[in-house]
């Protein structure tokens, strides 16, 4: 289904692509209003990608017809700029996680993310099958294979380059080993590397970049700072780069102990910049608490030239 998206290339995986935040109204609906707007904040930064639903999405906590009706919605609203979204798959079971990916292909998606099963701790040849399976079912698809601590552990960095030389889709990893640069750079060693992004809040995104990374995959609450330091980075300006990553690692070191730690207060950054109507996640939920509030007041303080203020 051909809807007016960008096609997924090299390009989607460099640069800051944000993980899309599921915005609630303190009822614990979900808040359209909201979704479309950070969704518009983020084309706005000319972000290459949106990934949804991911941990930053709190996507267990999300119907699977949520998920459906948010995905399409994103696949929707990503229709004629220049911004791919990536749709994830989450299913445990190899059949199941098949129906998912081939159902966003159907629905218009043109990159998905793969999470390979963790509950139970899947052996490290049942996980290579389900991802060779995943990926053979949407072969014409491109694929991003989050290799996360309690997803993917059991896999090698030579069965992710055996995976990406047997399906050519296979076409980037997210990496969020702590740290990751050690796998980053096995992946980079092949004769044919394989691009890499990095999660984790970007905690380790210097060590990254130097480690071969072409991109970070942070949640959606201060893209602008990420891609501050990138272009920096970029620019052969290291120590400008160093200096507000520097600056940054003490918060995300305070706030990224939990995954769900780091949701609440991205959406509290959120709410105080008027993307979203409410900071709410769903019940229950390992949220910020007052001291969080005091940093989050230091934060928005020493960056406000560079997260620039939402109206």
Not at 127 to 154: F, M, N, R
Not at 174 to 195: C, H, M, N, T, W
Request: aromatic fraction near 8%.
């Amino acid at each position: 289904m051909n809807i007016g998206l960008r096609a997924f290339d090299a390009d989607a995986m460099t640069g800051i692509a944000p993980v899309m935040m599921t915005p609630f109204l303190d009822d614990g609906s979900i808040d359209l209003a909201s979704f479309d707007r950070v969704v518009e904040y983020l084309v706005g930064l000319e972000v290459p990608a949106i990934m949804f639903p991911g941990f930053a999405s709190e996507f267990y906590k999300l119907s699977d017809r949520e998920k459906v009706a948010l995905g399409t919605r994103l696949i929707g609203l990503l229709s004629g700029t220049q911004t791919v979204p990536i749709l994830a798959v989450h299913a445990h079971a190899t059949t199941v996680a098949v129906a998912e990916a081939r159902a966003w292909v159907d629905a218009g998606a043109t990159a998905l993310n793969i999470l390979p099963p963790h509950y139970m701790s899947p052996s490290r040849s049942a996980l290579i099958e389900h991802c060779d399976k995943v990926l053979q079912a949407v072969s014409d698809t491109s694929v991003v294979l989050q290799y996360a601590p309690a997803g993917a552990a059991g896999l090698l960095a030579d069965d992710v380059r055996q995976l990406a030389a047997s399906h050519p889709n296979l076409v980037g990893v997210k990496v969020e080993a702590r740290p990751p640069y050690g796998f980053i750079a096995e992946l980079q060693s092949a004769d044919a590397p394989v691009a890499c992004m990095i999660g984790n809040g970007g905690l380790y995104m210097l060590d990254s970049l130097r480690a071969g990374a072409v991109g970070v995959q942070p949640g959606a609450g201060f893209v602008e700072l990420y891609q501050a330091i990138l272009a920096a980075w970029t620019a052969q300006r290291t120590d400008d780069a160093a200096d507000v990553f520097g600056r940054l690692v003490p918060y995300l070191l305070g706030w990224a102990h939990t995954q769900e730690s780091m949701v609440a207060v991205e959406k509290r950054i959120a709410h105080r910049r008027g993307l979203v109507a409410s900071p709410a996640c769903r019940s229950p939920h390992r949220g910020s608490g007052a001291l969080d509030e005091v940093a989050i007041d230091r934060f928005l303080d020493e960056f406000n030239q560079i997260i620039t203020e939402v109206s």
